[in-house]
């Protein structure tokens, strides 16, 4: 037996948790315990959880707006996925609402979610998914792991879906995304309603999230079919006061159909000449979304 082998039988055995494997899953993996409300919880994410932020910012750069977020310092284009970070990714987000109504909105986030699947993996879910207890309580199971990314910690639960007990349900502690935007908008165009509507339609398993703008917090429901859009409570919820800086505090998360008023029309028609004065009233409207969202630019 050589030399080397023989110390490596007499060398000890390493610990199965050493200090430096500790240190290291600390740096890889996020907060496994939010904040309380009104403090911002502290993330660490490491290369897998930035890859997937540039992965999904990438794609909803192409739908942003140009030039309406904070200063960047690098174009979408000669950025690798893992220089994101999630500030930059809620920011994409941000300026993907620029200019468009609520449905927009929430189509340009169908969009992304179907782009980052390959063809036909909506009619394979459909198969090995159909909208089963089983399916229902292994989507809910692998939620908790996969989305930590986006939301934060969560955790399966029971709830009750059309009288039946199932372990279908997953309680965000409190939404990253939602406390990271600060805005109920963004949480209902940009996360809610187009998530909702992709695992309903899409996939054919019923998702319905309910978000709960006093802690944060989210229960998503799969199995439960979504209520209509006019009988939700999360689409009249007005904005938070003191953290929202996109939109009006008071505004319901539906602002798109908000009836222009009248201040509105008179600054567009003062900034034209009489002679162009005529012009259309989706440019009277695409401006007011601006101005209602971003009343921070003018």
């Given amino acids: 037996m050589s030399a080397a082998a023989l110390l490596s039988l007499s060398a000890p055995a390493?610990?199965?948790?050493?200090r430096r494997r500790r240190r290291f899953a600390t740096v890889r993996c996020a907060a496994t315990a939010p904040a309380p409300m009104g403090e911002k919880t502290e993330y660490r994410d490491g290369p897998l959880e930035r890859a997937f932020m540039g992965l999904f910012a990438r794609k909803m750069e192409k739908f942003a707006v140009a030039g309406a977020g904070k200063g960047k310092k690098k174009s979408s284009s000669s950025r690798?996925?893992?220089?994101?970070?999630?500030?930059?990714?809620?920011?994409?987000?941000?300026?993907?609402?620029?200019?468009r109504t609520r449905a927009q909105q929430q189509e340009a986030v169908r969009e992304v979610l179907l782009s980052m699947l390959p063809p036909g993996a909506p009619e394979q879910f459909r198969k090995l998914f159909p909208?089963?207890?089983?399916?229902?309580?292994f989507n809910a199971a692998l939620t908790v792991p996969f989305f930590h990314w986006l939301v934060g910690p969560s955790e399966v639960v029971e709830?009750?879906?059309?009288?039946?007990?199932q372990k279908s349900g997953v309680l965000i502690k409190k939404c990253r995304y939602l406390e990271n935007?600060?805005?109920v908008g963004m949480c209902v165009n940009m996360c809610k309603i187009p998530t909702q509507d992709f695992f309903t339609n899409e996939f054919g398993l019923p998702l319905t999230m309910n978000p709960n703008f006093e802690d944060m917090s989210c229960e998503m429901i799969y199995g439960q079919v979504p209520p209509p859009l006019e009988e939700d409570p999360a689409s009249k919820q007005p904005c938070y006061p003191n953290l929202c800086s996109i939109s009006t505090p008071s505004a319901p998360a539906d602002s798109s159909y908000v009836v222009l008023p009248l201040f509105v029309i008179w600054y567009i028609d003062r900034q034209v000449t009489r002679k162009s004065s005529i012009i259309s009233l989706t440019a009277k409207l695409r401006l007011y979304l601006e101005l209602e969202q971003f009343p921070h630019k003018y």
């Fill in 131 to 137: 909208p089963t207890r089983w399916a229902c309580e």
């Fill in 80 to 99: 690798a996925v893992w220089d994101w970070d999630y500030d930059s990714f809620v920011d994409v987000s941000r300026r993907v609402m620029v200019g």
């Fill in 159 to 165: 709830v009750e879906v059309n009288g039946v007990k």
């Fill in 14 to 18: 390493p610990a199965p948790c050493s």
């Fill in 181 to 183: 935007s600060g805005c």
